[in-house]
């Protein structure tokens, strides 16, 4: 029986054991992909992939799971054993990520309890989950035979909370479902977050989380582990290669040769696992938000993260820097060359179907009534757009309208007219709208969710909760009966084309091509406003021209031989009569700095 141990060093089958380690999240990766990224990083030298576990994904709405397709995990680890690779599975309830929420399904909002607590309700909803997911990974585990080295308990809880019993409630969950691998915490590597985040008292394994100086946050780890007795070997569980991007902030890059150095100063006083070697796509709805004062900053689609692999798989001038490193210092590590996927363009491909939404909204949509308007979350919606419907007469030939504590984008349409759109800063400022007195108007106010906070003290913040969250007055007072349109746009064949389209309102368009041989490639979107596309009905995530990304990555698994059909919802009354797939991602240049 194969076994790994933690003593003063790691140890497999009683021999030490370098921990070389890629993060690879299955569920930013098309399965048909997981081969190709997983054998770069083997090819690489490294001998595990890291991953985290999104609970949002594999339960998206209470008590109904999904472990299938892209959310094959048992298929990704099995995939990653056949190649050789050994696997460090992250499957806390909170995994930061810059994924929508931190990883939490957002139904937990509906609940009366403190997430990420020691609350008995949240460790109730953590133990219904884990009972579907730790049986998928117990067999898996190194000593069954599998490939799964160690699990994660939290992740950065020292960068939120420092309920102990919190902690303990969650090893609990994982070791009564027969858990039996070594486990750990991962934290930024100061003592204040260690103190905080860590089970160290309770003989559970730490790891720290940095991007540089190794060899002063390694001596900072060591100091702490000192204070408590613990001849534990040192490891960075998030060795940070690149770095995230937000919308209109500059893309951020760091230098191979610089990170090659950085790397090899890691792995002369311990283990490593880079984050991340292949970033993937934040596709649908899924991209997260850092938390700033009074706004949420949303994270783009693209999640290249500058890392090793680019968006779509392949090797970057990182790579191949990383990969001389290790030939010239850790030659025992065998490598071998990478593999490669090509791309594709198409041009001119065209517009053949157009629709506004709200001449197809009731296809789209059921309305829900209610007096006063309703959050998305408690109509049953955790994603995606809501149109809020009312009507009103006017009392004056100007009238004020004010959205009272939205989130997190809005647009005013006054009988399907285009008024305004207010971003977080700008919702519940004065609107002034021009009318007929005495007339009666359609009002309606279309609510974009633009992603959830995935790191920081906000979640437990109204600000997580997306929709109007206290009313819509005109003049002085709040507006009542209003309709719900949930929009979550999760199935676009629901879309009628037959109906009509009027300029300047948000509308679907439709793009015919045909492919002979699917290739990767990216949707230009440099012409487009703002909103959301599919291609044969896989969502491929958010776009905006405030930049720094203008495209979105199309894998050749969501192409087919022959006919293929791009819809570009968008929001902002732009569109072109042709659109275009290139072979690289098109970009924006923003001057300036990252917040």
């Not at 003063?8 to 993060?23: I, M, Q, R, W």
């Not at 005495?438 to 997580?464: C, P, W």
Request: with cysteine; hydrophobic share 35%.
């Amino acid at each position: 029986m194969a076994r790994f141990e933690i003593k003063d060093d790691f140890y497999l089958n009683g021999k030490p054991f370098k921990v070389l380690s890629g993060a690879i999240h299955y569920f930013r990766i098309p399965a048909e992909d997981w081969h190709h990224s997983l054998y770069n990083l083997k090819a690489l030298g490294f001998n595990t992939v890291e991953t985290y576990v999104a609970w949002n994904m594999h339960e998206p709405a209470e008590g109904k799971f999904n472990f299938e397709g892209n959310l094959d995990l048992e298929r990704f680890l099995q995939t990653a054993q056949d190649l050789g690779l050994y696997a460090i599975v992250r499957p806390s309830p909170f995994i930061c990520a810059e994924w929508e929420f931190g990883g939490l399904p957002a139904w937990l909002l509906t609940k009366e309890m403190r997430i990420r607590s020691s609350d008995p309700a949240f460790i109730d909803m953590v133990g219904r989950y884990y009972n579907q997911l730790l049986p998928r990974l117990v067999p898996r585990l190194l000593e069954n035979g599998g490939n799964i080295l160690m699990m994660q308990v939290e992740n950065e809880y020292g960068s939120y909370g420092e309920d102990k019993i919190y902690l303990r409630e969650i090893r609990r969950l994982m070791e009564e479902r027969a858990v039996t691998c070594p486990l750990f915490t991962s934290d930024g590597p100061w003592r204040a977050t260690l103190k905080a985040g860590t089970l160290i008292e309770d003989d559970l394994f730490v790891t720290g989380n940095f991007g540089s100086k190794a060899t002063y946050n390694f001596s900072q780890m060591q100091e702490f582990l000192d204070e408590y007795g613990k001849k534990w070997p040192l490891m960075c569980m998030e060795f940070w290669d690149g770095w995230f991007n937000r919308w209109k902030e500059p893309i951020i890059k760091r230098d191979q040769e610089e990170l090659a150095e950085a790397v090899r100063e890691v792995l002369e006083l311990g283990s490593i696992n880079l984050y991340m070697f292949h970033g993937g796509t934040n596709f649908g709805f899924m991209n997260g938000c850092s938390a700033r004062g009074t706004i949420d900053l949303p994270q783009v689609t693209s999640y290249d993260y500058d890392g090793l692999l680019d968006e779509a798989g392949n090797p970057t001038a990182k790579y191949f820097a990383v990969k001389e490193m290790m030939a010239t210092h850790y030659p025992e590590y065998p490598q071998s060359e990478p593999l490669y996927k090509e791309s594709m363009e198409v041009e001119s491909i065209p517009l053949v179907e157009k629709v506004s939404l709200f001449e197809t909204l009731d296809d789209l949509s059921s309305p829900i009534e209610s007096l006063y308007p309703k959050k998305m979350e408690e109509l049953g919606q955790s994603y995606g757009y809501l149109l809020y419907r009312t009507e009103a007469s006017w009392d004056a030939d100007e009238e004020r309208i004010r959205i009272i504590d939205g989130r997190d984008r809005a647009h005013l349409f006054v009988d399907g007219k285009w008024i305004a759109t207010q971003y977080q800063t700008e919702i519940g400022e004065d609107i002034f709208c021009q009318g007929e007195k005495k007339a009666l108007s359609n009002i309606d106010i279309l609510i974009e969710n633009m992603g959830r906070v995935n790191y920081g003290h906000k979640f437990l913040a109204d600000t997580q909760r997306k929709g109007i969250r206290t009313g819509v007055c005109k003049d002085l007072h709040f507006l009542l009966n209003w309709k719900h349109y949930p929009l979550p746009l999760d199935n676009p064949e629901k879309i009628d084309f037959s109906k009509g389209w009027t300029d300047g309102q948000p509308a679907f368009y439709a793009y015919d091509f045909e492919v002979e041989v699917p290739k990767d490639t990216y949707l230009d979107l440099s012409e487009f406003g703002k909103g959301i596309a599919y291609v044969n009905g896989h969502h491929l995530g958010r776009f905006w021209n405030v930049g720094p990304t203008l495209s979105l990555y199309i894998p050749h698994s969501y192409l087919k031989e022959g006919a293929n059909r791009i819809i570009i919802f968008e929001t902002e009354g732009e569109h072109k009569e042709h659109i275009q797939l290139t072979c690289k991602p098109k970009f924006k240049q923003i001057k300036g700095e990252n917040l």
